[in-house]
């Protein structure tokens, strides 16, 4: 029986430029969708997942983060005088069901340079998880992907079909179908014109990778702006043992995107029976 994914790895060293000037005080994984903020989603599914130890790669100016998930005493004594107690079980829910580790990582040169920070707490297979990618699913998908995991083996990294034209936009696999869910993976090509794409099958933001993946992140050559890429390590590791692509089951969302974030923050508003309500009277009324 393969051993169980207990930690999950959160890249969240990044500067944000798309959503500057909010993202010149704010860390990107602290702007919010509806109440909560980015990265809470993806710690969320990480812990329905059944992992416990969430590895958090910080950079400068990222102190929010850390504090998200700390306790806050002068606001739970607040709640408490206001006999709000409902509100500090549900604040601390993240916190108190999981590890935080933080590690800094100084200069940002790149995924897979963020990964290989985490190399001193990991020995053995791990997810990671970017946060940019909100996916509202109903069983989580690094739970669906965990479970492909303990039944193939190997590496497996999340999939799903783009239009053509778009593949210049992610990391395209070559890759040999198994059951239509499921791929194996010969290699990935980042970001290739439509007419140099293996497939139509993109990466998105969650991994769950073998520890040998430092192995093959310490032999790369840094690419463009000096950035270590995962997906050249992915591609080395996959000449040595399987790594697999799985084609979940859910809704992505880019909330790295402004129209992905607008998307997902009406999506996720819809899905809420008040907030419905305001938004059809809205639209209604004004437009």
């Known amino acids: 029986m393969r051993k169980k994914i207990t930690k999950a790895v959160f890249p969240v060293g990044g500067f944000g430029t798309r959503f500057l000037p909010a993202t010149k005080s704010v860390p990107k994984e602290m702007l919010t969708l509806i109440d909560k903020p980015l990265i809470h989603y993806g710690v969320e599914e990480a812990i329905k997942s059944g992992m416990d130890k969430m590895i958090l790669i910080t950079g400068r100016g990222k102190g929010a983060v850390s504090d998200y998930f700390d306790h806050s005493y002068e606001l739970e004594s607040l709640l408490r005088f206001k006999h709000k107690e409902e509100l500090i079980a549900d604040s601390n829910r993240l916190s108190d069901n999981a590890t935080f580790i933080y590690i800094r990582q100084r200069n940002p040169l790149g995924l897979g340079h963020a990964i290989m920070r985490a190399e001193p707490v990991i020995d053995e297979p791990f997810a990671v998880v970017l946060t940019d990618d909100v996916i509202d699913s109903e069983i989580p998908v690094l739970k669906q992907m965990a479970d492909v995991y303990e039944n193939y083996g190997g590496s497996v990294v999340a999939i799903m079909e783009v239009d053509k034209s778009q593949t210049s936009k992610y ?107 305001s938004i059809k009277k809205m639209c209604k009324n004004r437009f």
């Open 171 to 277: 990391g395209v696999v070559e890759a040999e179908s198994q059951d239509g869910k499921i791929y194996k993976i010969n290699r990935l090509v980042e970001k290739p014109e439509p007419e140099k794409a293996p497939s139509n099958l993109a990466v998105v933001g969650r991994y769950i990778l073998s520890d040998a993946i430092f192995k093959y992140l310490k032999q790369i050559r840094p690419g463009a702006g000096g950035e270590i890429q995962l997906t050249d390590a992915i591609n080395l590791l996959a000449q040595d043992e399987p790594v697999y692509g799985l084609k979940f089951s859910g809704k992505r969302y880019d909330c790295g995107s402004k129209a992905g974030m607008l998307e997902a923050t009406i999506a996720f508003a819809m899905k809420d029976d008040v907030l419905k309500r």
